[in-house]
Antibody
Framework: QVHLVQSGAEVKEPGASVKVSCRTS????????IHWVRQAPGQSFEWLAW????????KYSQKLQGRVTVARDTSAKTVYMELISLRSEDTAVYYC????????????WGQGTLVTVSS | QSVLTQPPSVSAAPGQKVTISCSGS????????VSWYQQLPGTAPKLLIY???KRPSGIPDRFSGSKSGTSATLGVTGLQAGDEADYYC???????????FGGGTKLTVL
């Protein structure tokens, strides 16, 4: 059974950084890309980044370029998303999701990690 | 402001049918597959439809999807109280080079 399990909620001050993990199980890790998406309170979803878990290639939202980094640990079957220079508008639930097919479609999602940025 | 446009809300009585539209452009829906997600309050999204009209294992055939040109539609028949949720469409956008989503539609079962 496929599972994506994310790390727990974080509270950070403006200017700090946060690293969220996404541990996968139940399938061959390197076969499926992992995407990161966030949802601010009461809002829709914003796509952040993508990693090819096979070769480590990444792609980032231009809006967050330079502040977000995604990496993977194939032995741990885990993907990490780090966001630096946090601002209040980064407060959101962050989700990792597994891509199915193409066109940015996601068949399995992590449970979400609430990141709160507040002084 | 979301790239894909959905109605904010739809409603219908139990047992009835409802459709939710998702409008985009040639840089997204017009050239890419569309997926649909159901999100219950406080939970992660759940994939209902992918590749415009395919249902993952375990999704009942009460849920259907279609695409025409730069628009897509989610249909839900035989409405149940448990279908009350927010529904989102999603795809890729080649101009923005990002995944894009609709603003979400709240389905109310009257």
């Amino acid at each position: 059974q496929v599972h994506l399990v994310q790390s727990g909620a974080e509270v950070k001050e403006p200017g700090a950084s946060v690293k969220v993990s996404c541990r996968t199980s139940g399938y061959t890790f390197t076969t499926y890309a992992i995407h990161w998406v966030r949802q601010a309170p009461g809002q829709s979803f914003e796509w952040l980044a993508w990693i090819n878990t096979g070769n480590g290639n990444t792609k980032y939202s231009q809006k967050l370029q330079g502040r977000v980094t995604v990496a993977r640990d194939t032995s741990a079957k885990t993907v990490y998303m780090e966001l630096i220079s946090l601002r209040s508008e980064d407060t959101a639930v962050y989700y990792c999701s597994r891509e199915v097919g193409e066109s940015g479609q996601f068949d399995y999602w992590g449970q979400g990690t609430l990141v709160t940025v507040s002084s | 402001q979301s790239v894909l446009t959905q109605p904010p809300s739809v409603s219908a009585a139990p047992g009835q049918k409802v459709t939710i539209s998702c409008s985009g452009s040639s840089s997204n829906i017009g050239n890419y597959y569309v997926s649909w997600y159901q999100q219950l309050p406080g939970t992660a999204p759940k994939l209902l439809i992918y590749d415009n009209n395919k249902r993952p294992s375990g999704i009942p055939d009460r849920f259907s999807g279609s695409k025409s040109g730069t628009s897509a539609t989610l249909g839900v028949t035989g409405l149940q109280a448990g279908d009350e949720a927010d529904y989102y469409c999603g795809t890729w956008d080649s101009s923005l080079s990002v995944g894009v989503f609709g603003g979400g539609t709240k389905l109310t079962v009257l």
